[in-house]
């Protein structure tokens, strides 16, 4: 599968973004999904992530309460809704897919950057 992530940009804190991840090649039904980020500097971290059904949802503890994950299969399409955004959110975005839950993610998109002014 392909995935083209979308959405970023600029925003002042406290402001919100909805990233869009848009898979292509196969039906996204058939994978699990996650958000990840790497802010400048540091490592890639977990975001989020909801299985192939639309449960399992899990969040980092730094987005736990502001960020929504969520998927639309009939559209191909993985969303992460970012409300109450803070400078420490500024960050690559990227998607990733998997078909088995126990698995490393082994599908990436491009990445979307995020950027949250103080």
């Known amino acids: 599968v392909q995935l083209q992530a979308s959405g970023g940009g600029l925003v002042q804190a406290g402001g919100s973004l909805r990233l869009t991840c848009t898979a292509s090649?196969?039906?996204?039904?058939?994978?699990?999904m996650g958000w990840f980020r790497q802010a400048p500097g540091k490592e890639r971290e977990f975001v989020a992530r909801i299985a192939r059904g639309g449960i399992g949802i899990q969040y980092a503890d730094s987005v736990k309460g502001r960020f929504t994950i969520s998927r639309d299969n009939a559209k191909q399409s993985l969303y992460l809704q970012m409300n109450s955004l803070e400078p420490e959110d500024t960050a690559v975005y990227y998607c990733?897919?998997?078909?088995?839950?126990?698995?490393?993610?082994?599908?990436w998109g491009q990445g979307t950057l995020v950027t949250v002014s103080s």
């Open positions: 990733a897919a998997k078909t088995v839950l126990s698995a490393p993610y082994d599908q």
């Open positions: 090649g196969r039906t996204l039904r058939d994978y699990h």
